[in-house]
């Protein structure tokens, strides 16, 4: 089964730090551009960060300079180092990936989401 699943989150104090990882798993052929979202209580999801399959990235203005977006690609995985932690990054964190795929001896390519993680900072 072809999925995306985020760990890494947690209770941490403001001024902390958290990193987050977003694991391919299943028949992956490749990982193509892979976001991180949140969504705090009551609030849209927004995108926090983006890296495309070269490296490119891209940060929301609220946390540039404090967040930092990876990748492995021999590992499937997608990493968010969050320092300097504020109260409001509080939020579930998700991660959003477009996967190329095999099944049944062809390839495909699909968005797929997280199941999300939770990240609590507590001023």
């Known amino acids: 089964q072809v999925q995306l699943v985020e760990s890494g989150g947690g209770l941490v104090q403001a001024g902390g730090s958290l990193r987050l990882s977003c694991a391919a798993s299943?028949?992956?052929?490749?990982?193509?551009?892979v976001g991180w979202y949140r969504q705090a209580p009551g609030k849209e999801r927004e995108l926090v960060a983006r890296?495309?399959?070269?490296?490119?990235?891209i940060y929301a203005d609220s946390v540039e300079g404090r967040f930092i977006i990876s990748r492995d690609n021999a590992k499937k995985t997608v990493y968010l180092q969050m320092n300097s932690l504020k109260s409001e990054d509080t939020a579930v964190y998700y991660c959003n990936g477009d996967l190329i795929y095999y099944r049944s001896g062809s390839i495909y390519t699909d968005t797929y989401w997280g199941q999300g993680t939770q990240v609590t900072v507590s001023a």
């Open positions: 299943g028949s992956i052929a490749s990982i193509n551009a």
């Open positions: 890296i495309t399959i070269g490296g490119r990235t």
